[in-house]
């Protein structure tokens, strides 16, 4: 096993209905540790420049509407594997298909204000996490 860090954005929805320790206890209980947190409203700027890699996307401009819609907790996540231990404990994008128990299962309004996001890859949770913190901010 390989000790990781990951990203993970708990997203408008999820703020907007007070769901920020229940995810959290979701995170903490699956082995995971917070390392870095903070309540953000992620401008316009910041949420094109974030979700660039899907500006060609049909959904792009959607996406960074609700993104900017009200608060999000962006966080830093350690942990065993914690890339794939961060996507299994959130479970599928639609939430109609997640697994019982995971955080979009549970907390999901739909496909689009699905609770969370998180990192898909080392590279990506690299980029990520350095795109909201500093070394500084991250205190493990």
């Known amino acids: 096993m390989t000790m990781q860090r990951t990203?993970?954005?708990i997203k408008p929805d999820a703020t907007r209905r007070n769901l920020t320790g229940a995810i959290n206890s979701k995170i903490e209980a699956?082995?995971?540790?917070?390392?870095?947190?903070?309540?953000?409203?992620m401008s316009d700027r910041e949420a094109r420049e974030f979700y660039a890699i899907h500006a060609e996307r049909p959904f792009y401009n959607d996406l960074v509407s609700f993104?900017?819609?009200g608060p999000v907790v962006v966080q830093v996540l350690e942990g065993q594997n914690a890339i794939?231990?961060?996507r299994e404990?959130?479970?599928s994008t639609n939430p109609s298909e997640a697994?019982?128990?995971t955080i979009?299962?549970?907390f999901a309004e739909s496909i689009e204000a699905n609770s969370v996001h998180g990192s898909d890859s080392i590279e990506n949770a690299a980029i990520e996490i350095s795109y909201f913190?500093?070394?500084?901010?991250?205190v493990g």
């Open 7 to 9: 990203f993970s954005i």
């Open 30 to 41: 699956s082995g995971l540790r917070i390392i870095g947190q903070k309540r953000i409203h």
């Open 67 to 69: 993104m900017t819609s």
């Open 84 to 86: 794939t231990a961060y």
């Open 89 to 91: 404990v959130m479970g």
């Open 99 to 101: 697994a019982d128990g």
């Open 104 to 106: 979009r299962k549970e």
């Open 133 to 138: 913190f500093t070394d500084e901010e991250i």
